[in-house]
């Protein structure tokens, strides 16, 4: 049974720090490329970051450079989203995601979803 669980969500005031987890099961978790990605209330879910199979390389959307860093720790079975310099526009619903192959840009060739966690940016 696959399963991708995210963790480390909460609320935090603007120029904080959060770092999220995402601990990945019931398949090979090194064989495929990790992503985050978040939706807010109204909004289509959008790409944050992504990294390949050895961690090696890692792809950021622009409204998150410089300020998020996507890790994966393939011994652990996972990803990491350390988050500075948080924005209340960074306010989301945050998922991580396995892909096997496809655009890594796009949702819909995301193989694993997780059930989400709550980022809350205060101003």
């Known amino acids: 049974q696959v399963q991708l669980v995210e963790s480390g969500g909460g609320l935090v005031q603007a120029g904080g720090s959060l770092r999220l987890s995402c601990a990945a099961s019931?398949?090979?978790?090194?064989?495929?490329?990790m992503a985050w990605f978040r939706q807010a209330p109204g909004k289509e879910r959008e790409f944050v970051a992504a990294?390949?199979?050895?961690?090696?390389?890692?792809f950021y959307a622009n409204s998150v450079k410089g300020r998020f860093t996507i890790s994966r720790d393939n011994a652990k079975n996972t990803v990491y989203l350390q988050m500075n310099s948080l924005k209340p526009e960074d306010t989301a619903l945050y998922y991580c995601?396995?892909?096997?192959?496809?655009?890594?840009?796009?949702?819909?060739?995301?193989?694993?979803w997780g059930q989400g966690t709550q980022v809350t940016v205060s101003s």
């Open positions: 990294i390949n199979l050895s961690g090696g390389s890692t």
């Open positions: 019931g398949f090979t978790f090194s064989s495929y490329i």
């Open positions: 995601a396995a892909l096997d192959d496809g655009s890594w840009l796009e949702p819909e060739s995301y193989d694993y």
